[in-house]
């Protein structure tokens, strides 16, 4: 479903050249949750944005269900990936003048007729119960606590029924009980929906869950491990 392959990614800085990843492979079969762990600074949003074709890299590539993304002409790839990946930002990034109902809905704006209009909206609404918003469906972003925004960006990145899920710390700024119910919708659209889940996180509860758990440090992969009682995997 994923499969990179000698990725790396500098950036100039002042006359400076920084080596953020340094040639990074691996694969992610469909169905798969793997989990991205590593110290704050070793790589892991920068590798989640290559990944969705939101960064060019360096070198090497990026392919998604058979399609290199990689230096792709942006309206083809932006085309891509709306159909192919949901995503969630380490900072939210909801729309400030749209309800979160509105926000979850944005991925469906674009296309569809009325009769899918209105499922959409059936399952932004439930979605966002599903994340604990129920009763705040009408709320702007800047009557969000992090947590519920959070929410709300989880709820937008699943509305389309992407096969990709990548997400940047879930569940960083969510209690043990909001982390829990996050968790749980993970593990139900990976098993129901058969989402393809990668998420990056520091909460080792979370990633027990994960089939696989990758670790980057200083822009390599240091560890790649299958979990006992992981996810299965169909190729
Ligand atoms: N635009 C940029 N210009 C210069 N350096 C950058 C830029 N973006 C990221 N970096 C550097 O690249 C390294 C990796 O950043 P990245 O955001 O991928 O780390 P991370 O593993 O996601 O960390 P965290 O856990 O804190 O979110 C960091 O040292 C960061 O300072
Ligand atoms: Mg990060």
Redesign the pocket.
Known sequence: MIVVAGLR?S?R?GGAT?E??KGIDFRVGRGEFVAIM????????????LLAGLDDPTAGTVALNGTVISNMPEDRLAQLRGRTIGFVF?SYQLIPTLTALENVLLPYELNEDAGEQKAGLERARQLLQSVGLGARMDHYPVQLSGGEQQRVALARAFILRPPIVLA??PTGNLDTVNGQHILELLLHLNHVEGTTLVL?T?DPALAQHAGRRIT?RD?LVVGDEVQAGGVRVDG
């Open positions: 990614k950036l800085t920084v953020i990843l590593g110290a704050s600074g070793s790589g892991k949003s920068t590798l989640l944005g380490q940047d710390e990056v520091h980057l822009g």
